[in-house]
């Protein structure tokens, strides 16, 4: 059995690995391969909760307000230099 699951994901899915075991590996086990989907749930919770504390960093540390503050709006970006 070959077990696809995030582990498999991380450790053969990259831009450093060649593709052609990769294939070779699937080939080898083309009836007997299973797909291990994440917990849903538990994925959306852990994303929901660095959300949280990302935007509670940003917003309630005075140091990234005043550096965001000075280069983060769209107005800034799309101003000519002089």
């Known amino acids: 059995m070959l077990y696809v699951?995030?582990?498999f994901v991380?450790?053969?899915y990259n831009a450093k690995n060649e593709s052609s075991a990769l294939q070779k590996g699937f080939k080898?086990?083309?009836?007997?391969?299973?797909i291990v989907c994440p917990n849903l749930?538990?994925?959306?919770?852990?994303?929901?909760?660095?959300?949280?504390h990302f935007v509670d960093l940003i917003t309630n540390n005075p140091v990234y307000v005043e550096i965001l503050k000075d280069?983060?709006?769209l107005i800034d970006q799309f101003q000519e230099k002089e």
Do not use: F
């Open 5 to 7: 699951d995030p582990g």
């Open 41 to 52: 749930k538990e994925t959306t919770e852990k994303i929901c909760s660095c959300l949280e």
């Open 28 to 34: 080898k086990h083309k009836s007997s391969t299973v």
């Open 71 to 73: 280069t983060s709006s």
């Open 10 to 12: 991380w450790d053969n």
